[in-house]
């Protein structure tokens, strides 16, 4: 089974610190992918990598980067955490050419 | 652009049927995903169709795929109070999924 953690289920942190959010998949995947889930609003994409050393911008990746220096680890980066980056954030990971992806657990970030 | 509409809410009794619909608007999509999440869970993936297939079985689960209309839906028959999730539809589109805004089901004893 395909297992994608995540480094904390809930984070409260203060306006302006900076967020690491860490993601680890253990089945090899090359491509990893950060979400953030707002009610009605789904799933949006904030950044994904193909692998090692890149990455792609998503549909929302202002206030965001990323790292992913190893295959297995993919970091989100909240350089100045504002409150509007209060939300879920959801790490996945897939195979190349295939587009089913395995979800970590999420993390809940809440920016007072 | 790409867009996925789902409804947001759905509510039946265990033991129903229950229908959740998805629109989708790229005609280009090869694949097209339902996932499931449970309360505090990440999504898990339930089922898939192919995008040249009208429908797919899998045990409760049913999905129909009418590419004409651009229209998804999963059937759950006999839906349980464990059925009681958020459901998203995806499609997969480049190396991407574009997902709907996830339908809460809601099963009443």
């Known amino acids: 089974d395909v297992k994608v953690t995540q480094s904390s289920r809930y984070l409260v942190k203060r306006t302006g610190e900076k967020v690491f959010l860490e993601c680890v998949q253990d089945?090899?995947?090359?491509?990893m992918f950060w979400y953030r889930q707002d009610p009605g609003l789904g799933l949006r994409l904030i950044y994904f990598?193909?692998?090692?050393?890149?990455?792609e911008k998503g549909d929302i990746p202002e206030g965001y980067s990323v790292s992913r220096e190893k295959k297995e680890r993919f970091s989100l980066i909240l350089e100045s955490a504002s409150t509007n980056q209060t939300s879920m954030y959801l790490c996945?990971?897939?195979?190349?050419?295939?587009?089913?992806?395995?979800f970590g657990p999420g993390t809940r970030l809440t920016v007072t | 652009g790409e867009d996925v509409e789902q409804s947001l809410f759905l509510s039946v009794r265990e033991g129903d049927s229950s229908v959740i619909n998805c629109t989708y608007t790229?005609?280009?999509?090869?694949?097209l995903y339902w996932y499931k999440q449970e309360p505090g869970a990440g999504l898990q993936l339930l089922t898939y169709?192919?995008?040249?297939?009208d429908m797919k079985q899998d045990q409760r689960l049913t999905v129909l795929l009418n590419k004409k209309d651009k229209h998804l839906s999963l059937r759950i028959a006999d839906t349980q109070t464990g059925d009681s999730a958020i459901y998203f539809c995806?499609?997969?589109?480049?190396?991407?999924?574009?997902f709907g805004q996830g339908t809460t089901l809601q099963v009443k004893p």
């Open positions: 996945a990971s897939s195979l190349p050419g295939r587009y089913e992806q395995y």
């Open positions: 089945m090899d995947h090359e491509n």
């Open positions: 990598s193909y692998d090692v050393k890149m990455k």
């Open positions: 790229d005609s280009s999509s090869t694949y």
């Open positions: 169709i192919f995008s040249n297939m």
């Open positions: 995806a499609e997969g589109l480049g190396s991407k999924l574009i």
